[in-house]
């Protein structure tokens, strides 16, 4: 008895000690989460939820829940849907830019994924490089590039002009809405890329040398195998996508900058540089996360499903 009592006594100590090795290792995680993440983001609540100081036009945040107010919320409600509102078309506006860039970055990246997983062969490293090559530029130097390029004067409107394509230089800087859409798509295609690529490299190579040798074809297996399997890396691309689109607003500003094409991270960015409106650009965003949380939680339950089904 006093051996087996000895025993757990060991053990117990031993798990004790590894729980505190494990929330060692975790601290500096916790700590960069709570100042970086957790403060802000309680301070943008303290802001959504004040008021504004009628003599400074400036918000008050107010620290304390129980006084907080929802009148910054109800007042960007209203801007969204209620009459008068201007918030909404511009909501609207944003899903369906970000709807057809998703659907662009989709069938461009998946064949490009799909290329240098199955037909790289030994340069797989090489293109992977080069499908990486635009993490190494800032966002904001690659959209002044393009910028270059979209001048009326630039390459692209003197290529178009050269092959007779168009017989005039194209404004595509004057707040055209295909010029933001690709600029979402050059910005943001890289993510993709790079998920798709993981997902479709994971797949079992025997898997598809099955179903070829149940007799499907090239393109059969590829919709019957290769497809279905990579479902859950395309949802989690599109997710990892989708999201900052949703609250990009820096595309808009510099390739286009015209209120034709604002998205509501402009109306957001618009409203936190203005002193008396700052608390409405904190709820604004605060109810922009909150809808992004609905496929945030969608993806979560389809990874759970998805991980329940693989065991």
Do not use: C
Request: no cysteine; net charge positive.
């Amino acid at each position: 008895m006093a051996v087996g009592e000895d025993r757990r006594r060991k053990a117990w100590a031993e798990r004790a000690q590894n729980r505190w090795v494990w929330v060692g290792f975790a601290m500096p995680g916790i700590i960069w989460l709570t100042l970086l993440f957790l403060v802000p983001f309680y301070t943008v609540l303290a802001i959504a939820g004040g008021q504004l100081n009628a003599i400074f036009q400036s918000p008050e945040p107010v620290w304390n829940p129980l006084h907080w107010t929802g009148a910054n919320f109800t007042a960007v409600f209203h801007d969204l849907v209620g009459q008068g509102s201007f918030i909404g078309p511009i909501f609207v506006r944003t899903l369906v830019y970000v709807a057809v860039a998703s659907v662009l970055s989709l069938l461009i990246a998946y064949p490009a994924a799909y290329f240098v997983t199955r037909f790289a062969g030994r340069r797989k490293l090489l293109f992977l490089a080069l499908l990486i090559a635009p993490f190494w530029i800032s966002y904001m130097m690659r959209m002044l590039a393009w910028i270059d390029l979209l001048q009326t004067d630039g390459y692209v409107n003197r290529a178009l002009v050269d092959l007779h394509l168009v017989t005039q230089p194209i404004d595509w800087l004057g707040g055209k809405p295909v010029t933001v859409i690709l600029g979402l798509v050059y910005g943001y295609i890289p993510y993709l890329i790079l998920v798709l690529y993981a997902g479709l490299d994971r797949i079992d190579q025997r898997l598809i040398e099955a179903g070829r040798d149940l007799g499907l074809n090239g393109t059969r297996t590829f919709l019957r195998v290769t497809l279905p399997l990579s479902r859950q890396a395309i949802l989690t691309g599109m997710l990892i996508t989708v999201l900052p689109m949703m609250g990009d607003y820096f595309t808009n500003q510099l390739l286009s900058g015209a209120s034709s094409t604002a998205m509501i991270g402009n109306v957001i960015d618009s409203q936190l540089n203005t002193s008396s409106q700052e608390a409405q650009g904190a709820a604004l965003s605060l109810l922009l996360l909150a809808f992004l949380l609905v496929p945030m939680v969608y993806y979560v339950a389809k990874t759970r499903h998805a991980s329940a089904e693989a065991f």
